[in-house]
């Protein structure tokens, strides 16, 4: 009778996971061991992609930045100048074909439509203008790889003091976009500025400002720190690179003007122009 119940269990045990009737884990006794069976879990399958994946979220974009389709030639600003030309052309047309006097509804959407043309060629002039920042700054950036890195020393200084001004220009050219460190000694208040270190990208001549020039360029009170977030209006005078977009000037002691020139356009933000000032104060 044992043996018979034993095989009886044993039987349950097979058939019934088979035929489905469990779905909860069930342990079931043969003799003295126990055996566990858990319930079969579904995999889980690929999760179902977004219908909105890969498309953009305007439809203008499309035209704009490229996709399925596109403009040949309207590419960016030039299909809503396009749009702006062909908005105004189709107003004054109307108010031409238009007879009589117009009703106040057609004043209204000439109006509207007017606004919306000048707000179409406000976008083109601001991309337009950005456009050109960004291939000044890209030619500028060319220019600037084109000329080797190196580091011209006045060999009269001390070695004390040529350590500490190789540390300070290697510290500003590794922790700020600048470019160029130039270090000027105003000595002779009625020539050009002695240079005592000059490190970076420099071009193959690299003239020196005058003195005067130097120190009429500093801040007001003759300390701090003076900055050029666009380096046009003093590239003569200061006697900087083509290559220059901003540029930063620090005194050093009573003796020592400091240059950071960077070829990007309003490339340093206020940290780091306190930072070279911080430097140049070291350098007193």
Request: contains cysteine.
């Amino acid at each position: 009778r044992g043996a018979m119940r034993a095989r009886l269990q044993l039987l349950a045990m097979l058939a019934l996971p088979v035929a489905g009737l469990r779905t909860s884990p069930t342990t079931f006794a043969v003799g003295t061991v126990a055996r566990t069976r858990l319930p079969i879990r579904a995999m889980a399958g690929p999760q179902p992609r977004d219908k909105n994946a890969g498309f953009y979220a305007r439809p203008s974009a499309v035209v704009e930045k490229g996709g399925a389709f596109y403009v040949p030639g309207l590419e960016g600003y030039r299909l809503k100048l396009l749009a702006a030309a062909v908005l105004l052309i189709s107003l004054a047309a109307n108010r031409v074909l238009s007879p009589g006097n117009p009703a106040g509804s057609q004043l209204v959407s000439e109006v509207l439509g007017a606004m919306a043309c000048a707000l179409l060629l406000v976008q083109v002039v601001a991309e337009i203008e950005s456009e050109r920042a960004s291939g000044r700054e890209a030619e500028r950036a060319l220019a600037s790889a084109r000329n080797a890195e190196r580091t011209e020393l006045d060999s009269s200084l001390p070695a004390e003091r040529s350590d500490r001004l190789q540390w300070a220009a290697a510290t500003l050219l590794r922790l700020t976009p600048a470019s160029i460190i130039s270090i000027y000694s105003l000595d002779d208040s009625a020539g050009e500025a002695t240079p005592l270190l000059r490190s970076g990208r420099l071009p193959a001549k690299a003239a020196s400002p005058k003195t005067r020039a130097l120190i009429e360029q500093l801040a007001p009170d003759g300390r701090g720190v003076r900055y050029f977030a666009d380096a046009a209006p003093v590239a003569g005078v200061l006697q900087l690179p083509p290559t220059a977009g901003c540029a930063i000037i620090a005194r050093c002691g009573d003796d020592c003007v400091l240059v950071a020139v960077s070829e990007l356009s309003a490339g340093f933000d206020d940290d780091q122009c306190r930072w070279i000032g911080k430097i140049a104060e070291l350098l007193a």
